[in-house]
Structure formats: structure tokens, C-alpha cells
């Protein structure tokens, strides 16, 4: 390379840098990004391939492609995807040719700072941020004039299990929530080579069922055993722009119970827990006619989500009974009564109101605020009222700060149901918003068997929710527990909870809760171990858990946001996650050494990885600890139907024509006999 | 030659399209209104938002008295695949078992409903709510092979004998296969929350057995 071309190489990279920069939290989804007039051609992505374990209450997704820059000068690579749920980033790897290179996650500026110097200087260099709610973005530099180079990283993220059915889904859909990133990257979402899926789901309970709608014809789905699956999915030239979901089904008739899943490296420092409580209790419907607000967002951010939520709604409204109430609400710069106060929901009514909702068109701003004030006007105290908020909860107009919105859900006595459509919502507004009123909320993809999603979140709503429900533990000295405030659990739902405990010993787990009018106590007793070491992940987990719960706390305005930040750094780092506070810093293991960075995170993810090696060679761990001494009676609820499948129908079909078939020819043979 | 001679006391059974397909020669010309009703107000369920609700198997309703959602709970369904499948399913059997027997036809009906959902309060307490028309469907499959095995019996028609034996030995072999391996061949129709359930195919087709020995055993033969 000349010196000119060394400077314009530079030169390229330094303008990209500080474009980059200068841009950063205006990202788009998933895909290369290159900012807009760039007389660059976009950087692509040759391959693109997921790789997913879901097993012991969480799922581990490793992300492997490969850039390829047309270009005939050597350019960083910007990637972006949408932040998933309750997701832990926690490892980024370049691979440029056989030496690969990771990150260590350190506080963001100064990550920041060093990965803009060495880009500058043309070393290899790779960052990783997390721009809020919406995107995780990835830059590496260089990557050189027409050639290759390989990038990887790990998430991990706790599992959801619903009313017996688990659902997975790795966003890449653009969430449409970002306006300014729109207008300065051009987004090339397109996979030149192969874009692959190798997922694996491993259940100590038997699997039923697993299904990734929109991939029924692509995946090929095997079951190894009764609870371990593998999917495949191979594709040649996709778009990284549909969300992948998958779904796995438990058997019926579980019963409900506790699942304990430690790690504790050895007797001298704290273990981490992940505790999940399944409630096997009978909920009760509510008797007698409830009131109903649909409140929705119509704003212009709903573009690509409207359909979905016009198909949801109408198929919502149409559960509804006549005894119940419904007022449909819209929001965008404005809002709107769309029913003119409140409608009974016999047949009539209930088809007026679908037939405005699949007419409904977005446009504006979102005033989420006015939107969820005018919901809660016209309240009868004689009744029992849901909300069902359907949003992506990106407030930018009227009010936007979600300690106002704390105050005004606590001032009713309503039970609100938060639906988060599309990838890039506002996942900390929302929390605030439905833990403020005790209610539940949930992500919907366009990706998702949106019927399904909806007789789960009906199941919810028509039914007695458990009241205060309060977990203790005696025995074994826990703390920094996250999630084990007194709250509302929906049928259905889980409780996940989060903590630290100091000793090994039994423990005694009580939990108390208030249902349909009575106080109930439910206790087991279960061991706490002295050593574990199968999942190190744990403590990313529930680091992740504490980082969650400090946001909420800053959003409620409980925690000064200066000292929320600080903590979340503390904690990032300490753990090694990218938050809004860190970021992950790749560098060559000389430059490391440099700039005397720890190597935290490869000692963490070494250790990691041997006890992934560990339990990919293991059978399945059973983590429920209380089987011997049950913490409920009943099993969890289930909804059952009789279905037969197209082959049995086509059989019956066949076997009925075959036989009509037969009896014609006899007929035939007989009559020519007589006639003969 | 016709199929068998009659017997004294024995009741007709079959007539029209169905009885050419059993063995019977007369043909009628007696619509299958039953069948054709009962599919319609499936349909017509599914498409007016509200009424599934109200007529659905739901435990705690039953509980406060709204028995009919027993029977009726079989005439909703979950979802457009869901109802699909089993109406077709319907469509086809009933066609064929209202105009070979009517009585039969709603004996299967009736009584495959309710042990259905008395089968589902009493062995699938966990179960708060159920829709869908396959069990019915079991039980009239089950009384309609039964017929064709009574005929073939009567014909001395081997092959037509093996053909009955296979398909509800194959059907029975398929219900038990589902609850052994919890779970329902093939089906992917319901939506990612519901079950599919075995059991109510099981007590289904056990049901239309049994009616249909005894309907044709107080009536054994079929007329010329």
C-alpha cells in the first residue's frame, strides 16, 4: 500500500469512525449498515448462521458471518440487530484468517476511545455497543480492500415457558422504532451466501412439540429423545428481516413445582441462582362480566406492525362474551375513542368494532401518555377492568418520562396487559408501565403464531391472577435477589427469580399469595449445594437481572440515574456485559496487555465453555428440587382440543372412496349378471 | 346376487349413496340435513366472534351449571385449520352414517359427545378447556367401519373385511400411539397453546363401537 493510499485508507476509516460516532443510538435493524451518500459500495454479509442451545432455563445463541468489503479500499464493517429480551451479550470474536481476536467488555468511552484510535491506525480493532433498547451494534475495522473477515458473538437470555409452551425468538426484524437511524444508514439486510439455523432444545420434561412458523418447509426438525430436539434450517440468499421463533411444547397436566439452577465455583466465595417457580393452582375465570380497553397505537412506527395487530385485535374482540364491556382507544399525535365510550360485547357490536379495526392507518407521532390517560377514563368501580395496551412504547410526544407514567397507572385500580409488537420497543417503559399496576406484559413478533400468542394472553386475562405473591427463603442465607417483590402472577406465568446465597444448607422456600379472596401458603424444603459448577452463565444472568432492575428503579425515579448508571457500569464490567453503560472492546492480546486491560471475560468464557463441552455430553439435568416434597398439589392448566391431522382425514377420505368404488363395480358386475 | 337375506326382526339399515358404499341395493334419495346442519353450525360458531365462548367446554362454567357447553363444546374450535380438518372429517362420515341409519347416526353423535367431556371432567381435571369435533368423528369412523365389517360378514367379502380390520386396527393403533407418546400424530392445527388429546378420540371411537354392536345386533342383517 502507498502512502496516499495509506492516507485515504485512513482517511476513509477515520471519516466512517467519527461518522459512526457522532451517529451513535441511530442504528437500524439487522444488517450492514453504511451511512447514507457513502460513495462506498455496502459492506456484505457472505454468510450469516445462528447457532442455538436452549437448556437448563436458558438459551445460549451464538451468531457467526462473514463480511465481505467490495470495496477497493480496506473499510469497517457496521452491523447492526435488534436487542433481544431480557438478553446478555457477552462475547465478540473477530476472525481474520487463522488468528482470532476477543473483547473484553469495559466501561463505553473509554472502549469508545481506544477502538477509535486503533481503527485510525489501520490495527484490527472490533467494538460492540448497546444503543438502549433497540439495537446491539457491531463495528470491525478494518476489513480489507475486497476480502473476508469473520466476526462471532454470544448472548444469552432466560428461557420463557408459558402455560407449558416455550418460546424462542432471535429478532432481525427491522422494529421501524428508529427514525433517526433511518435517515442516516442505508441498511443491506440482504445474505449473499448461506444463511443458517442450528438450534437444539433440551427439556428434562419430554418435548411434545416443536414448531418455527414461517419455517415449516425449511426446517428439518429431529427428536433425538423424548426431550431433545434439533432443528436445521439451511437457506441460500436470505434476508436478514423476519424473526426467527421457535416454540417447543410440554406435555399437559404438569404438575407445578420448583426448579433450582445453581452455580457456586467453590465453598469460599457466593453462589448464584436461578430459581423458577411453575404455580400449580387452580385459577379461577372471572364470573361475572369484566370491562375491556383496548388502547393502540396507530402512530407511524406501527407501519409494518398494524396488520399484526389488526389480526390479534379482531380475533380478540371476538373472545369476548356478551356480559363483558369493551372501549377501543387509539393513539398517535392524538387520541381517539374509537367506540364512543363503552360497548357491550354481544355479536353485533363486537362486529362493528372489528370492522374499524382492520380499517385502522397509522401516521404521526406516539403521545403513549394520552393515549393511556384516555384509556383510563369512564372507569366503573363496580367492575373489574383489564387495559390491553398494544404498542412499541416508543413515547415521543406529551409526556415521555416513565416516572409519570409510574404515577398515573397507580392512581387506578386496573389491571393492565402490555403487548410489545415488533423488535426495538420500549422494553423498560413497558415494565414500568404493567409493574406499576401489577399487570403482565409480553413481546409479539410478526413472526408469531399470533393466534397462539393470543389464547396464552386471554387465558391471562379472563381469568383470577395470585395476589401478593411473595417467595422467602429460610435456612440458607440468600440476597441480592432480583424479582421477588410481592406482585401479581397471571396463569400460566412463571416466577424467575434471581439471587446470591453465602453458605450451602437446606432451604426452607415459602410462598404466600392471596387467591380469589383467600391467604394460601405453599412450602417445600430443598438443598442450596456446596459446589456447582455446570452453569457459569448463571452469574452473567443474573447480573443482567440486577442491571434490569436498576433501570426499572431509575425509571420509577426510585434511584438517581447517575448513581443507576454507575451501578450498571460496576456491574457490566464486573460481569462482563454490554449494557448502555460498557461496552466490549476487540483487541489483538498485545494491545490488550497495552493498555493493561484484564482479561476477565476470556477467563469467564473459558470457563464457560468448558462447562458447555461439559453438558453437551451429559444427559439431561432435572433441576426440580422439590419432587420429593411438592410445593403444589395441582398440576399446572392446560386448554386441550380434539384436532385430527390432514393424513387421518385423507385416509377416512380415501378409505370411503374406495370402497364406494368397490360397491359400484359389484353393482355394475350384479346388474349386467341379471340383465344378462 | 344381493348382499344377505332378511331376517326376521331385523331392522333396515341402509339406504341411498350409503347403502351402495355398505353393501344395502336401494338407493335413497333422503338428504343427509343432520349432518349438513351440524357442519354449517360449526362454521357458523367460528365466524361470529362470541358464540365459541359461550358454548366451549370451560371447567369452572360447567361447574356453575352451563351443562350444555358438554355437548356443544364439540361444535367449536380453536382455530380455521382446527375446524377445517375435523368438518371435513364429518362431513364425510356423517354423509355416509345418517343415510345408512339415522338413529345410529345420532346415537354416535349425542352419546360420543357427552362421554367425551364427561371423560375429560373425570380423568382430565387439569383440563380447563376443550374444543373440537374429532372426537365425534372417532366415534362415527369407528360405527361406520363397524357396519362395513358387519357386511363384509355377511358377504363373505374377504377383502373388504381385511380393508375394515386395517383401518380401525391402523386408527386405534394411531390413538395409541398418541397417548403413549403424549402427543397427536401430525396435528399442528390448534395454536401453540393447545393440547391435542388423545382421549377424547379414544372414548370416541370406543363409543361408536359399542353403539354400533349394539344397533346391529338387535338388528343383524341387512335387507335385500
Avoid at chain 1, 399437559?252 to 445453581?262: A, C, M, Q, R
Amino acid at each position: 500500500m502507498t502512502k496516499l493510499q495509506n492516507l485515504i485508507h485512513r482517511g476513509g476509516i477515520l471519516l466512517c469512525t467519527v461518522a459512526v460516532f457522532s451517529m451513535s443510538h441511530l442504528a437500524h435493524a439487522a444488517g450492514t449498515l453504511t451511512p447514507i451518500g457513502s460513495q462506498h459500495a455496502p459492506m456484505q454479509v457472505v454468510d450469516h448462521h445462528v447457532d442455538i442451545v436452549m437448556n437448563n432455563g436458558f438459551a445460549r445463541t451464538e451468531v457467526t458471518q462473514t463480511f465481505y468489503n467490495p470495496n477497493h479500499e480496506n473499510l469497517e464493517a457496521v452491523y447492526a440487530f435488534p436487542v433481544p429480551k431480557n438478553a446478555s451479550l457477552s462475547e465478540m470474536t473477530i476472525i481474520i484468517g487463522e488468528t482470532e481476536i476477543h473483547g473484553e467488555v469495559i466501561e463505553r468511552d473509554e472502549a469508545e476511545a481506544i477502538y477509535e484510535h486503533e481503527a485510525n491506525n489501520g490495527n484490527d480493532a472490533g467494538l460492540a455497543v448497546k444503543n438502549e433498547y433497540l439495537t446491539y451494534e457491531f463495528r470491525v475495522s478494518p476489513v480489507r480492500a475486497q476480502d473476508q473477515t469473520q466476526m462471532r458473538f454470544v448472548y444469552y437470555q432466560p428461557l420463557e415457558i408459558d402455560t407449558g409452551i416455550g418460546r424462542y425468538v432471535y429478532p432481525l426484524e427491522d422494529g421501524g422504532t428508529d427514525d433517526a437511524g433511518k435517515s442516516f444508514w442505508l441498511p443491506n439486510e440482504e445474505v449473499k451466501g448461506t444463511f443458517s439455523i442450528a438450534a437444539e432444545i433440551k427439556s428434562a420434561v419430554p418435548i411434545e412439540d416443536v414448531r418455527m412458523p414461517g419455517y415449516e418447509q425449511a426446517a428439518l426438525i429431529d427428536r433425538l429423545d423424548a426431550g431433545h430436539y434439533q432443528i436445521r434450517v439451511d437457506q441460500a440468499g436470505n434476508a436478514l428481516s423476519r424473526d426467527v421463533v421457535i416454540y417447543y411444547r410440554l406435555p399437559d397436566g404438569l404438575p407445578g413445582g420448583v426448579e433450582l439452577i445453581p452455580y457456586r465455583a467453590s465453598d469460599s466465595e457466593p453462589g448464584t441462582f436461578m430459581m423458577v417457580v411453575t404455580p400449580g393452582v387452580d385459577l379461577a375465570p372471572l364470573a361475572n362480566g369484566s370491562d375491556y380497553v383496548f388502547v393502540l397505537d396507530v402512530s407511524g412506527s406501527m407501519s409494518g406492525k398494524i396488520a399484526t395487530l389488526a389480526r390479534g385485535l379482531s380475533r380478540a374482540l371476538g373472545e369476548l362474551r356478551p356480559e363483558d364491556r369493551f372501549r377501543v382507544v387509539t393513539f398517535s399525535n392524538h387520541t381517539k375513542d374509537l367506540t364512543h365510550g363503552w360497548r357491550q360485547a354481544t355479536p353485533d357490536e363486537v362486529q362493528g368494532a372489528i370492522a374499524i379495526v382492520e380499517n385502522l392507518s397509522v401516521e404521526g407521532g406516539t403521545n403513549l401518555y394520552a393515549g393511556i390517560r384516555e384509556g383510563l377514563e369512564k372507569l366503573d368501580d363496580d367492575r373489574v377492568t383489564s387495559l390491553i395496551l398494544v404498542t412499541d412504547a416508543v413515547a415521543n410526544q406529551g409526556i415521555i418520562e416513565p416516572k409519570a407514567f409510574r404515577e398515573l397507572m397507580r392512581q387506578y385500580d386496573v389491571r393492565v396487559f402490555g403487548f410489545l409488537l415488533g423488535n426495538s420497543g420500549n422494553w423498560p417503559l413497558m415494565r414500568t408501565i404493567c409493574d406499576a399496576t401489577g399487570g403482565f406484559y409480553a413481546g409479539v413478533s410478526n413472526a408469531d403464531d399470533i393466534m397462539g400468542q393470543l389464547m396464552l394472553a386471554k387465558s391471562k386475562i379472563t381469568h383470577e391472577a395470585m395476589h401478593d405473591v411473595s417467595v422467602r427463603l429460610k435456612g440458607v442465607d440468600t440476597f441480592d435477589l432480583t424479582n421477588d417483590m410481592p406482585k401479581k402472577v397471571y396463569r400460566g406465568e412463571q416466577l424467575v427469580i434471581f439471587g446470591r446465597y453465602d453458605e450451602a444448607g437446606k432451604a426452607k422456600l415459602s410462598l404466600t399469595a392471596h387467591i380469589s379472596g383467600e391467604d394460601k401458603l405453599y412450602e417445600t424444603n430443598f438443598d442450596f449445594p456446596e459446589i456447582a459448577t455446570d452453569n457459569p452463565e448463571i452469574e452473567r444472568l443474573w447480573a443482567m437481572s440486577q442491571i434490569e432492575q436498576i433501570e426499572d428503579q431509575v425509571n420509577a425515579g426510585l434511584l438517581d440515574s447517575t448513581e443507576g448508571s454507575d451501578a450498571i457500569a460496576d456491574l457490566g464490567v464486573a460481569y462482563q456485559l454490554v449494557t448502555d453503560e460498557t461496552a466490549m472492546l476487540v483487541l489483538r492480546d498485545e494491545d490488550f496487555e497495552r493498555y493493561g486491560i484484564d482479561r476477565a471475560n476470556r477467563d469467564r468464557v473459558a470457563t464457560e465453555n468448558q462447562a458447555q463441552a461439559r453438558r453437551a455430553s451429559q444427559t439431561v439435568t432435572n433441576n426440580r428440587v422439590d419432587r420429593n416434597d411438592p410445593l403444589f398439589n395441582l398440576p399446572t392448566p392446560s386448554l386441550g382440543g380434539g384436532a385430527l391431522d390432514p393424513f387421518s382425514v385423507l385416509i377416512v377420505a380415501g378409505g370411503v372412496g374406495l370402497c364406494l368404488r368397490r360397491r359400484k363395480d359389484q353393482s355394475g358386475d350384479e346388474e349386467g349378471h341379471v340383465s344378462r | 346376487m344381493f348382499h344377505g337375506s332378511p331376517i326376521d326382526g331385523t331392522r333396515e339399515v341402509g339406504k341411498g349413496l350409503a347403502s351402495r358404499i355398505l353393501g344395502s341395493p336401494s338407493a335413497s334419495s333422503e338428504l343427509p340435513v343432520l349432518t349438513f346442519a351440524i357442519a354449517l353450525l360449526s362454521l357458523v360458531i367460528f365466524c361470529i366472534p362470541g358464540i365459541g365462548e359461550f358454548l366451549a367446554f370451560d371447567r369452572v362454567a360447567v361447574e356453575q351449571g352451563e351443562v350444555w357447553r358438554l355437548l356443544t363444546s364439540h361444535l367449536t374450535h380453536w382455530s380455521a385449520e382446527h375446524l377445517f380438518w375435523d368438518v371435513l372429517a364429518f362431513l364425510i362420515l356423517g354423509i355416509v352414517l345418517e343415510r345408512t341409519d339415522r338413529p345410529l347416526f345420532l346415537g354416535v353423535l349425542l352419546g360420543s359427545g357427552l362421554s367425551i367431556s364427561l371423560a375429560l371432567w373425570f380423568f382430565r381435571p387439569e383440563m380447563t378447556g376443550y374444543r373440537g369435533l374429532s372426537g365425534v368423528d372417532s366415534g362415527l369412523f369407528a360405527a361406520w367401519v363397524g357396519i362395513l365389517l358387519r357386511n363384509a360378514q355377511k358377504d363373505r367379502d374377504r377383502l373388504q373385511w381385511f380393508f375394515a380390520v386395517a383401518l380401525i386396527v391402523g386408527f386405534i393403533g394411531k390413538i395409541f400411539w398418541e397417548l403413549l407418546t403424549a402427543s397427536n400424530v401430525f396435528v399442528d392445527s390448534m395454536g401453540v397453546g393447545v393440547v391435542g388429546v388423545p382421549l377424547a378420540h379414544l372414548v370416541g371411537t370406543a363409543l361408536g363401537g359399542t353403539l354400533v354392536i349394539l344397533f346391529l345386533g338387535a338388528a343383524p342383517a341387512l335387507t335385500e
